[in-house]
């Protein structure tokens, strides 16, 4: 996978570039990444990016010409790759979006600042517009590192010890199982039992029903949208049937749920 990014803050990224999985994977050669900013793409004295909108308003607009210079020359070094503006108005990036964008071969991503891009840098040089949320950034520098980070992880040999990016959750439609390490006891807590106990088919049991309960518990829109499978069906009647007994055998007693009653 080739990364090229257009942006007035190219600083921001080396960092990013410099660590964890996705430095070794470009120290590795299993990614390329470079930063191309407008301001290298000005013709003015003063270098400038950004002007006033027409019609008025408050903020600043991207200049269209050094953006398309910029995007122009982006493509010129990797001529296959897909551009995308990253923008609030995109697309919702998600998993399935990263998959699909990990089959390309490059990508091209452009971060708008201050208030926006002029709308007719869209229209001819971007193939897609993509967003990472229902959120406020102030810029779309964040926003291009979420979908690197995400996709560099889906590049065979990225991940190396760290698991393959099949058993991901989300790939599955469900949250991860609960997680735990040494020691067995922390601050009174118990490391549940089964995990300590060399049982593989015990263990396998355990999570897959961890996850379908903390999905349940944190996630039931994931669950709504994926659908139960037959297994997983039997599971939820378990835990529906151990609620029914405990209610039948405890018929309004009990201490208060919480704390000073009510
Ligand atoms: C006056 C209207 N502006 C503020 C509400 C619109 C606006 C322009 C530019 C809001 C944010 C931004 C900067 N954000 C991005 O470039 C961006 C972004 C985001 O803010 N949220 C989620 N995904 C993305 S991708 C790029």
Redesign the pocket.
Known sequence: MDYIVVTIFPEMFSPFWDHGIVGRAIKEGKITAGAVTPRDFTEDRHRTTDDRPFGGG??MVMKPEPLAGTIRFAKSRLPEAQSIL???Q?RPFDQQMAVSLASLGALILV??????VDERVGESLIDLE???????????EL?AMIVMDAVTRLVPGTLGGEGSAQEDSFSNGLLEYAQYTRPRIFEGQKVPEVLCSGNHKAIEAWRRENALIRTFLKRRDLLIKRGLKPEERKILQKWYRDIEQLLKDQPLSGSDPLPGGQ
């Open positions: 408050m903020g990253l923008t609030p995109g971060c708008g600042r201050y208030e926006g993509v967003s990472v949320g229902d959120y406020v950034l102030t810029g779309g926003a």
